[in-house]
């Protein structure tokens, strides 16, 4: 990764141009051709050093419920319980934990009905009753920008 890359980078996480073409005007800040940069931007994609480029809206006041989720699920019934996790449009992680409780998923819907109504539906689909639902009490928000 050279200069170039890194300052994309820094731009990408902290100042990305609300604009018609928002990787021309990177591309103009970083004295490159948007070509380029689109191209520079690919390959980062390509080696997984970027992950993802979307925005970061806060759900709560979009009026969207969320939680966090932990499972105990047998290893026998392991895939059965991912699979239906991984069915809901509003799961946004899901991970497994060398942990008793090895399924760890976030869950952002609607409404907290909805919610509930899948955590009980998961719930009777699986027979894995022993799920916490562990929604926010409070919030705290980090910068979670790295300079490169």
Known sequence: MDEIDKKI??????????????????????????????????????????????????????GRVSTLCAARVPQDKLEKFVNAVNVSKGVTHNYLRDNEYNVWFTLNVSTAQEMESFLADLK??????????????????IDATFEV
């Not at 699986?126 to 639902?133: A, R, S, V």
């Open 9 to 62: 980078l820094n731009i990408l996480q902290k100042e990305f141009p609300l604009e018609e073409r928002p990787f021309y005007a990177i591309a103009e800040k970083c004295g490159i051709s948007e070509e380029e940069a689109l191209s520079r931007i690919q390959k980062m994609k390509d080696e997984g050093i970027i992950r993802r480029i979307g925005a970061v809206f806060d759900g709560a006041k979009l």
């Open 124 to 141: 009777k689909k699986t027979g894995i009753t022993d799920i916490l639902d562990m929604r926010a009490v409070r919030t705290f928000k």
